[in-house]
């Protein structure tokens, strides 16, 4: 359900990023590793050394993830809504 709730938000909280793919894309690079950074010192996610990897492959990760679903987004939402061309 989490996953379903934070898809929904590409079309109007994250309005500004997903609107053009190289916001999309930094903000998977940063967000993506401050999130599980965030979740570590909650006690919900454990890195195992070193962290600089694993930080760096979640940057990655998001990153691609980001600037898929921001085209995703604007093709599925073009004719109509905030991706109007």
Do not use: K, N
């Not at 890195?47 to 995703?72: D, K, N, T, Y």
């Amino acid at each position: 359900m989490t996953w379903a709730q934070f898809a929904t938000t590409f079309r109007h909280s994250l309005r500004s990023v997903m609107t053009q793919i190289w916001r999309a894309t930094l903000f998977g690079a940063v967000g993506g590793p401050v999130a599980f950074l965030a979740g570590e010192g909650l006690g919900a996610v454990t890195f195992v050394p070193p962290i600089s990897m694993g930080l760096l492959r979640l940057a990655i990760a998001w990153a691609i993830a980001l600037a898929f679903l921001s085209v995703v987004t604007r093709r599925v939402t073009r004719a109509t809504g905030p991706y109007a061309e």
